[in-house]
């Protein structure tokens, strides 16, 4: 059995269990889905006191449109693409993103005497967020849907609501901004 599938159905299951006004269902679906979305949300709108409050109007509207479902896409693409909506609709009402402001997130969370093999991937994980950072939000939505998340470009375009073409482009030149950025970090004096 592909446990993908299986996801899958068991997505499909708790929206239709959702449209009639399933509690439990959806706190299935929120459960489930929590990390994905931090993760995506943090890498797309960079300010963590909106992170939650995203995920809450994400998880609010699926409650309210579970039955515009179509089945059209995954119930995960579905549920990104909101997602990517209501991250974009986030960073509109605030006018601007504070870049500085998940950097001390994971440090909060380290407890002393953290190994060394947590430690290196916490300064991995650190890194790789820096170097995101000089993307756009398109941009870095385009590489969290893709590398993070496990999307086809056809995905993301419905997530993101665009032309697949528009989904290439934006990560060819994400690529190029961080292959740049990359060659400057490794070797800052030119």
């Not at 909106?50 to 039955?67: G, H, P, Q």
């Not at 999307?151 to 934006?170: G, Q």
């Not at 190029?176 to 004096?189: C, D, F, G, R, V």
Request: net charge negative; charged share 20%; hydrophobic share 40%.
């Amino acid at each position: 059995m592909n446990p993908h599938n299986s996801q899958c159905n068991l997505d499909v299951a708790l929206i239709s269990r959702i449209c009639n006004a399933d509690e439990s269902a959806l706190e299935s679906l929120y459960h489930d889905y929590y990390a994905r979305l931090y993760r995506f949300i943090g890498r797309t709108v960079w300010c963590d006191d909106l992170i939650d409050e995203v995920i809450n109007d994400v998880m609010y509207t699926v409650w309210e449109k579970a039955a515009t479902y179509n089945h059209q896409c995954q119930v995960s693409t579905w549920i990104f693409g909101i997602a990517y909506n209501k991250a974009r609709q986030a960073l509109r009402n605030v006018g601007h993103f504070n870049e500085d402001s998940l950097n001390g997130m994971a440090i909060d969370n380290l407890e002393f005497g953290v190994a060394d093999a947590g430690l290196a991937q916490l300064e991995t994980r650190e890194w790789l967020d820096d170097m995101l950072k000089v993307l756009s939000p398109d941009q870095r939505a385009v590489v969290e849907l893709t590398y993070f998340q496990g999307l086809h470009y056809s995905e993301i375009a419905l997530v993101m609501d665009c032309p697949e073409n528009t989904v290439k482009t934006r990560m060819h030149y994400a690529r190029k901004i961080l292959a740049t950025h990359l060659q400057h970090h490794e070797n800052p004096s030119g």
